[in-house]
């Protein structure tokens, strides 16, 4: 079992930046692969960006590339998403999300965090 908890979220205008962390309660957080999923207000969970078990192979979706950098620190059992140039449309509740799988594009993972909620509004 896996315990995650996002921090980080908030209110930013459009153009700013962000650092949301997930921290997780698991002796073997260097076994799994490491996501942030986020949900929009009336919209299905969305795949933002993975990073795999050694933090060698990052992916991310088409809307967050060259925007958006996933990270991880093994020895801190965490996990970061840094978000520049926000836009209005990533407005969403952020949740990070662990997989022994590496899963890319998709939402389907096991473990998942309460979420943090983030809002670009000017």
């Known amino acids: 079992q896996v315990q995650l908890v996002e921090s980080g979220g908030g209110l930013v205008p459009p153009g700013g930046s962000l650092r949301l962390s997930c921290t997780a309660s698991?002796?073997?957080?260097?076994?799994?692969?490491m996501a942030w999923i986020r949900q929009a207000p009336g919209k299905e969970r969305e795949f933002v960006a993975v990073?795999?078990?050694?933090?060698?192979?990052?992916f991310y979706a088409n809307s967050v590339k060259g925007r958006f950098t996933i990270s991880r620190d093994n020895a801190k059992n965490a996990v970061y998403l840094q978000m520049n140039s926000l836009r209005p449309e990533d407005t969403a509740v952020y949740y990070c999300a662990a997989d022994r799988t590496l899963l890319i594009y998709s939402p389907a993972y096991t473990y998942w965090g309460q979420g943090t909620r983030v809002t670009v509004s000017s």
């Open positions: 698991t002796r073997t957080f260097s076994t799994y692969n």
């Open positions: 990073v795999s078990r050694g933090g060698d192979a990052t």
